[in-house]
């Protein structure tokens, strides 16, 4: 799937890119079980079932067609100056996607980010993290745990999306 990414912006309804997100998971993992010829384990009707990923033909295409009608539906509700958009020149602003492109621990809860259009930033998340009250973003704490970070599409994450931050944040320096 040549799908662009999609990145959270102010703005938009989380519920939409959740959706789009699980639609683009599932066709990812249906991918790599079909890649090594295994079998998924899905809920078919309301009951669990262990089916060939060669099989999930109608579920694969479900899920495509979601995408791009919630594309469409997040185009809508997005604002043309968008924190993940960078107009070239107002006359004639041209759509641009910032992507991260590395990633390098510092120290303490420090980053090096650096996206796709050359920019650099460093990004404390230590008073963000300290802050919370919400054990699932506390347990980031653990150094070991925060260092656990990767890059998805051009989006910072840690533990398979359990942690990310908008990237027009990133891309500011700042989170909150």
């Not at 694969?60 to 997040?74: F, H, P």
């Not at 996607?97 to 998340?125: H, K, P």
């Not at 989006?155 to 891309?171: E, K």
Request: with cysteine; aromatic share 10%; glycine share 4%.
């Amino acid at each position: 799937m040549n799908a662009k990414p999609f990145p959270p912006a102010r703005g938009i309804p989380m519920h939409l890119l959740s959706e789009r997100a699980l639609n683009e998971a599932f066709l990812a993992t249906l991918e790599e079980h079909r890649r090594d010829g295994r079998p998924m384990v899905i809920d078919r009707n309301g009951e669990v079932a262990v089916v060939p990923a060669d099989e999930l033909v109608e579920e694969a295409r479900y899920a495509r067609q979601r995408i791009v009608e919630l594309d469409a539906q997040i185009a809508s509700e997005c604002s043309p100056f968008s924190v993940n958009k960078i107009p070239q020149k107002m006359s004639t602003a041209t759509e641009h996607y910032i992507n991260i492109t590395d990633v390098e621990y510092l120290d303490g809860y420090r980053l090096r980010i650096a996206f796709d259009d050359g920019v650099v930033r460093e990004v404390d998340f230590e008073p963000f993290l300290s802050k919370s009250h919400h054990p699932a973003i506390r347990r980031y704490l653990d150094k070991r745990r925060f260092k656990t970070f990767a890059i998805d599409r051009g989006h910072l994450h840690w533990n398979d999306y359990d942690l990310i931050f908008p990237i027009g944040d990133l891309y500011a320096g700042e989170i909150s």
